[in-house]
């Protein structure tokens, strides 16, 4: 029997798959602590303490830079993203002017004279002479195609000089880039506009204020434009737009005001005087001081061959050959004609025009050249040095085409007071002509007789009125051609009662003297005031056998680039005044004044001349206009203050510079007869000996005077001279 106390062993199975044994718990890790670095101790005390501050200011410094920083950088991306997307395109950039140009051309074609805003048309920055483009660059901004729009350095260095120079900071030098010029040339995008600004010069001031605030929008608009546009386009613009004198808007108009020529030929020297003009156009312009513009090009080629523009030899050579002036801009002729013809036209055509306007006119350089030489060498060698007298010249046409104006001594000017045109001055004697030419017309001869002797007049309010003769003798009986070559007083009058002061003032005003004419007796001795445009008119009238002049310059307006003109010329001849025999006659008196009267010092060669002297009462003025048959001149002679001339008549100095203008004017001009005729009787010694001889009967002037004035003579009162030679 078996023992079932004793334990089994175990099968093969069951070691197979009894459970193991179980292990023992792991040991949770402890885990390690790292070493730490023992801290330094704090720094103790006070200064500690203020260390402390210091890092935390600092810290907070920082934190409100950045953030003020980041703040700055979205805002002046906004701003200058703004006026990207407003930025117009670049061909609309280019012509920025508010008024339009208005070149002026003589008789002939020829250009003499521009008015306006000049601008001779668009050009770019990579089709100019590259000498003007590399002297812009050298004198305006040497980093233009290396900055952003901005120069900090440039700024900086005109803070520097300002500073230094007693200025604020932003007086004076400003430091701008080409870029930042040319915005302020836009005027930062805003645009003229007559019913926002009391005028343009107002608004060039406001666009051209150096204000904080200004220079930041200035700053914002140039990083525009260089985000908008490439650097040859804002120099385009900048070529386009700024002003270089002489009324020349852009680089284009400048070439062709003061050399005749493109833009895209300039030379060394012509660009950098153009480059020079940037930064003082008014008083640099060539035209006004040559000596001085060539002087500052010569700066600027310094600059371009410091630079690396030019070499040396260049350099030397453009300033051994300085630009000069094209001959139309040395000539600057006309400039009282030019300011006359625009002053006739139509304003929105001339002085306030948008459009460019070209005007052909009556002009002739040569006469205008005559004019002003002839008057020059008066001055120069018959006037006293330092004589403040003025004189005015007018040459004309038969047809009252003006070919040449004087309105004063100082001949390169422009808007300056016309005498020839605005001023007013009692005419003397010149007037006489239209006394006789209104007897004449009526049948009278110039062969009839009238005695000069002591008269008076009875003038209302004013008493008796006695004039006298200029010598203070009388002639007794005299012929009226001897009456009018003598420049005799008492006949004049006598001629002007007999006929009518109401016909005497019809005929003058029809004959173009505008002017109020005096209604007394004195009207015959030319006490009236007239300019000396009107009395050189009227004198063409006689000239052309006795029809009216209108005075004209314009003879042609249209615009730039159009065939058909706008308008034509408003003068020329007008209606009959007198008959043209009665003018004939006239002329052959006239004809005596300068061979055997007053007027003879106004002879040269053996041209026939006619005309008469004046000098008012009181010497203040002195005339002498007279014609040959191709030309009438007037020529008039006094001071701006009505000071008395002394010694001087109208048949001295005016007289003197009629000659000389008129000896060059008809240089290489064939002789032309005058269109005068003879009266009956005409040779008569009387006239040949400059003393009057009885006639058997007197004439009819005579006896209706005596009719009139119950053969009076004589008598008290006031006795002024009144007339002239």
């Known amino acids: 029997m078996s023992d079932s106390s004793k334990r089994r062993r175990p099968l093969v199975a069951d070691k197979r798959y009894s459970s193991a044994k179980p292990k023992p718990a792991a040991r949770k890790k402890t885990p ?19 260390l402390r501050v210091i890092r935390w200011v600092f810290r907070l410094i920082w934190k409100i830079t950045w953030r003020s920083g980041v703040v700055a950088m979205l805002a002046l991306a906004l701003a200058v993203g703004y006026v990207f997307v407003t930025l117009p395109a670049l061909d609309k950039l280019l012509d920025g002017r508010a008024r339009g140009s208005v070149i002026l051309e003589d008789r002939y074609g020829d250009t003499f004279a521009w008015r306006g805003d000049q601008f001779g048309g668009a050009v770019r920055a990579d089709t100019v002479s590259r000498h003007l483009k590399n002297a812009v660059v050298a004198t305006e901004d040497k980093r233009f195609y290396r900055h952003f729009g901005l120069s900090p ?45 009391k005028n343009e010069a107002e608004y060039v001031r406001d666009c051209r204020r150096g204000s904080l605030s200004r220079k930041a929008k200035e700053a914002v608009y140039a990083l525009a434009m260089e985000a908008k546009y490439s650097k040859d386009d804002i120099l385009s613009i900048y070529l386009n737009r700024a002003y270089m004198g002489g009324g020349a808007y852009g680089a284009e108009a400048a070439s062709q005001r003061y050399f005749g020529k493109s833009s895209l030929i300039l030379n060394v020297s012509e660009g950098a005087m153009l480059a020079g003009l940037l930064t003082a156009p008014s008083t640099l312009a060539p035209t006004q001081n040559l000596e001085r513009s060539q002087n500052r090009a010569a700066t600027v080629v310094r600059l371009m061959r410091e630079q690396g523009y030019v070499t040396k030899t260049e350099e030397a050579a453009a300033r051994a050959k300085p630009a000069v002036l094209s001959q139309a801009a040395q000539k600057q002729a006309g400039g009282y004609f030019a300011d006359w013809v625009m002053a006739s036209g139509p304003e929105f055509f ?6 460019d306007v070209i005007i052909s006119t009556t002009l002739d350089q040569r006469l205008q050249k005559a004019a002003e030489d002839g008057l020059q060498w008066i001055f120069d060698n018959k006037v006293r040095e330092g004589s403040k007298a003025q ?20 001949t390169k000017v422009v808007g300056a007071f016309n005498r020839a045109t605005q001023a007013l001055r009692q005419t003397g004697s010149a007037f006489k002509p239209f006394v006789y030419a209104a007897a004449l017309d009526l ?13 008076c007049w009875d003038t209302p309010g004013s008493g008796n009125w006695c004039p006298k003769n200029y010598t203070k003798r009388f ?46 007796p004195a009207l015959a001795l030319g006490v009236s005031e007239s300019t000396l445009i009107e009395m050189t008119g009227a004198y063409a009238g006689i000239l052309n056998g006795g029809s009216a002049v209108a005075p004209f310059g314009l003879v042609e307006l249209r615009l730039q680039g159009d065939e058909e003109p706008l308008m034509g010329t408003g003068g020329g001849i007008q209606e009959r005044v007198i008959q043209e025999s009665s003018a004939a006659q006239l002329v052959w008196m006239m004809e005596k004044v300068v061979s055997e009267g007053s007027g003879r010092r106004a002879q040269f060669g053996d041209r026939e001349i006619a005309g008469k002297t004046g000098t008012t009462q009181g010497a203040k003025d002195a005339w002498f206009i007279g014609f040959t048959g191709d030309y009438v001149t007037g020529v008039w002679m006094g001071y701006d203050d009505n000071t008395k001339l002394q010694g001087v008549t109208g048949g001295g100095l005016p007289t003197d510079i009629w000659r000389e203008v008129m000896k060059r004017v008809h240089e290489g001009v064939p002789q032309k007869p005058l269109p005068m005729s003879a009266p009956i009787g005409a040779r008569d010694p009387a006239l040949d000996q400059g003393t009057p001889k009885p006639r058997t009967n007197e004439g009819i002037i005579e006896n209706l005077l005596r ?12 006795s002024p001279s009144g007339g002239d030679r």
């Open 475 to 520: 002639s007794g009986q005299v012929t009226l051609a001897a009456a009018l070559k003598d420049s005799l007083n008492i006949p004049a009058v006598k001629v002007s009662e007999s006929v009518g002061r109401d016909l005497v003032r019809r005929v003058a005003s029809d004959f173009g003297i505008k002017s109020d004419l005096a209604v007394g």
């Open 32 to 50: 390690t602590k790292k070493r730490l670095t023992p801290k330094k101790p704090a720094r103790g005390g006070i200064l500690g303490f203020f």
């Open 350 to 355: 001339t002085r306030n025009t948008t459009e």
């Open 153 to 197: 350095r440039g700024i900086a260095s005109a803070v520097r000089i300002n500073l230094g120079e007693g200025r604020g900071p932003l007086s004076g030098h400003g430091g701008s880039t080409i870029t930042q010029q040319t915005a302020k040339l836009l005027c930062l995008g805003v645009e003229y506009d007559p019913a926002d600004w």
């Open 391 to 410: 004189a005015a010249i007018v040459v004309m046409s038969a047809d009252g085409a003006v070919r040449a104006m004087v309105g004063g001594r100082e």
């Open 443 to 455: 049948g009278y001869s110039p062969l009839d007789t009238l005695v000069d002797e002591p008269t």
């Open 707 to 718: 009719e009139l004035l119950g053969g009076g003579s004589g008598g008290n009162g006031p």
